[in-house]
């Protein structure tokens, strides 16, 4: 079950939030929910490296790399 809570944030910050979250494809709910469970589970390992990799999920190369490139420095 969903529970709304009220938040408090300068305006300007809650704007730039919004469209980085638009060009995200995502919302501030969304991230605020990802956030709070990253907070609540914090120290688990296990926990936070699959939250990066949902929270990484939008990144798009548009190709698939090969072993040389991906090994060049």
């Given at each position: 079950m969903l529970k709304n809570i009220t938040?408090?944030?300068d305006e300007n910050l809650i704007?730039?939030?919004?469209?980085?979250?638009?060009?995200?494809?995502?919302?501030l709910n969304d991230?605020?929910?990802r956030w709070?469970?990253?907070y609540v589970t914090s120290g688990s390992n296990?926990?936070?490296?699959?939250?990066?990799?949902?929270d990484l999920n939008y990144v798009n190369p548009g190709r698939k790399f090969?072993?040389?490139?991906?090994n060049e420095r």
């Open positions: 938040l408090s944030a704007k730039k939030a919004r469209e980085k979250a638009r060009e995200e494809h995502t919302t991230n605020f929910r709070l469970k990253r296990k926990s936070n490296y699959d939250d990066l990799m949902n090969s072993r040389d490139e991906l």
